[in-house]
């Protein structure tokens, strides 16, 4: 047309009408400095408290004073831990809300982090205290959350719909058979195994070394750099499949791509901290809410918000009964639960036939 | 470009032959389109209409029969490449989250853009014209999930234009619609037909709508082409009673001569 002149018409006013309603780089820059800048208060914050209290100024000018050993060799790299973990749970969760175009979906609800468990455990027991462990348990986690995404997603499908009480039930069913499992093996295993795998389980950030926040920070690191080269694909997957098709995705390929980068991502996170629940659906659910649906956006806002949300949750853990603490995963499923209600009862009133 | 294109053939379609698991929906159809050609696909319920288009859109595999697209095998083009030049309106449109009119229109645009390029503004222009064009502009920032059934139609029609396509595969467009967003949406496709040599093929089952904007009319049944060539050769009473197993009357509107058909069947 005549395109040109069509196009010319008034259009500077009503581009401006626009402003807000699409994701510019400007738009996605600003709130992403805004999350790092919250982050960053919450990991100062969550390393100068706990349960000892520390002087942070020796700690920082006397390393041999024990200031300095609590802050830097346990406070620290365990807040770091936790926000690596955070931030791979909340990005995971968004991913796999885009697979499944559903925002009840997650790691832990859908049984994929109870499948990542149940090869981590086996990996720990058999590899004992092996020096290699640390790496290879992550990889074995990887695997195992592969295999049960895989399941969960192939077994809730019914001719070719996805219903999403289906994939919850089926959440729900693997979620049961992994604890069997587990338990199976807990029975097995000496009393020492037995009650480090049952704190592990409910979820925890316990002294992890410097060693281990690198490894875990190399697979989230990589999971996620491919997820993001999909984003705006899973934006087009949110139409369905035959319509994102349609529209140049090829879906069974972005399926997969999904599935292996989202299973890397969980077994790293949960090959350290175990189960931790619900930080992947509230985290993208209250983003999506305030910063839209786009995923170039969701996902990398979730892998902070993600990182800033179990920092704090971790320092209340933490905190809270002192100087006894919680598994994270208690604090997580405290806020999850009733929020996992309220959304689901909120989703039940709208017909997600797709 | 192929030198079928420069004589116009869009789309060459021989003996196709599709379904779903055992069920063939579709039984050795032909067909071809020329740039800037409308064409109705019109029959029964369960005629094959649909099917037709996810074959033509390659988004269900053929058992049998060619399908060519300007000048070249469907299948030789990746799906990215057939986003550029098949723009397809699904006869429902879900989505899953919460995207605004205005996201879901600029969707439009992603077959021509990088993974990692935002859209310019030379794409919210034309977003901007496809929005216009469909009466959304005052809906741009909605939620797309508050929108009435109509209206929501239309944005996914926007989204077709903003594809900037050369052939549009709409399946009952104007399925939800009131009177006027009929008529503009199928003034607004014959422009596109018109002016910028886009082919159209839609599945329609109001035939008075595909007697006034179609060039050509398919009509089909059981899978089959019983007929295919202009409204007036097409929608005949015989073919239509022969086709809908009920009586038609056909007629001329005595303002316009355009042609009108109603159901005639006695009230039992």
């Known amino acids: ?354 | 470009m192929s030198d079928a294109t420069e004589h116009g053939t869009v789309l060459h379609a021989s003996d196709l032959v599709a379904g779903y698991g055992e069920v063939e929906a579709l039984r050795g159809v032909s067909m071809e389109l020329r740039a800037g050609e409308m064409l109705a696909i019109v029959g029964p319920n369960g005629a094959g209409k649909s099917t037709l288009l996810k074959v033509i859109g390659g988004t269900l595999a053929r058992t049998r029969g060619t399908v060519e697209l300007f000048g070249r095998p469907l299948d030789s083009y990746d799906r990215r490449a057939l986003a550029r030049l098949v723009a397809t309106v699904a006869q429902e449109n879900n989505i899953a989250f919460q995207f605004s009119v205005l996201e879901v229109v600029l969707m439009g645009r992603a077959p021509h853009l990088g993974a990692f390029h935002f859209e310019t503004p030379h794409d919210l222009k034309i977003a901007h014209s496809a929005l216009e064009h469909f009466d959304l502009l005052a809906l741009a920032r909605r939620p797309i999930q508050e929108l009435s059934g109509g209206e929501r139609k239309r944005v996914f029609l926007a989204r077709a234009l903003a594809q900037d396509a050369k052939l549009a595969l709409l399946d009952e467009p104007t399925a939800f619609l009131d009177m006027k967003h009929v008529a503009d949406i199928f003034s607004r496709f014959r422009d596109l037909c018109i002016r910028r040599g886009m082919a159209v093929i839609a599945t329609l089952h109001d035939l008075n709508a595909a007697a006034l904007y179609a060039d050509r009319v398919l009509l089909m049944k059981d899978g089959v082409a019983i007929a295919c060539g202009s409204p007036e050769s097409v929608l005949t009473a015989e073919n239509l009673r022969n086709v809908y197993d009920t009586e038609v009357y056909v007629g001329r509107n005595p303002a316009s001569g355009a042609l009108i058909i109603l159901p005639a069947a006695p009230r039992a």
Do not use: K
Not at chain 1, 30 to 51: D, E, N
Not at chain 1, 173 to 198: C, D, E, K, R, T
Not at chain 1, 238 to 246: Q, R, T, Y
């Open chain 1, 1 to 354: 047309m005549s395109a040109a002149v069509d196009i010319d018409r008034g259009r500077d006013a009503a581009l401006d009408a626009f402003e807000g309603a699409y994701l510019t780089r400007g738009r996605m820059i600003l709130w992403l400095l805004i999350l790092t800048a919250a982050l960053m208060v919450s990991l100062i914050v969550a390393s100068a408290f706990g349960s000892v209290r520390i002087n942070l100024i020796r700690a920082f000018a006397d390393s041999s004073s024990a200031d300095h050993a609590i802050f830097f060799g346990a406070r620290f790299p365990r807040v770091l831990m936790g926000a690596i973990v955070g931030a791979v749970l909340a990005a995971v969760g968004g991913a796999l809300q885009a697979l499944v175009r559903n925002p009840l979906a997650e790691g832990g609800i859908l049984g994929i982090s109870g499948g990542a468990a149940l090869g981590a455990i086996i990996a720990l027991v058999l590899l004992s205290r092996s020096p290699a462990s640390d790496a290879i348990v992550p990889i074995v986690a990887f695997g195992s959350a592969l295999a049960a995404t895989v399941a969960v997603y192939r077994l809730a499908l019914i001719e070719g719909r996805l219903e999403p009480f289906t994939l919850l039930l089926i959440g729900v069913i693997f979620n049961a058979f992994w604890g069997a499992a587990i338990m199976l093996v807990n029975s097995v295993v000496n009393f020492y195994y037995a009650h480090s795998i049952l704190f592990w389980l409910m979820g925890s950030l316990e002294a992890p070394t410097y060693r281990e926040v690198a490894i875990v920070s190399f697979f989230a690191a990589i999971g996620f750099i491919v997820l993001m080269t999909r984003a705006r694909d899973m934006n087009l997957l949110s139409l369905g499949d035959e319509a994102a098709a349609e529209m140049g995705v090829e879906v069974e390929q972005l399926r997969r791509i999904i599935f292996f980068a989202t299973s890397i991502m969980i077994g790293a996170a949960v090959s350290v901290s175990g189960i931790i629940s619900f930080v992947g659906l509230i985290v993208p659910h209250v983003l999506r809410l305030a910063l839209g649906a786009d995923h170039r956006l969701l996902l990398p806002a979730s892998l902070i918000g993600g990182a800033a949300f179990m920092v704090v949750a971790d320092l209340i853990a933490r905190t809270v009964i002192a100087p006894a603490e919680l598994p994270v995963g208690a604090i997580t499923a405290l806020c999850g639960g009733p929020f996992f209600i309220y959304m689901l009862r909120r989703e039940g009133r709208r017909p997600f036939s797709l």
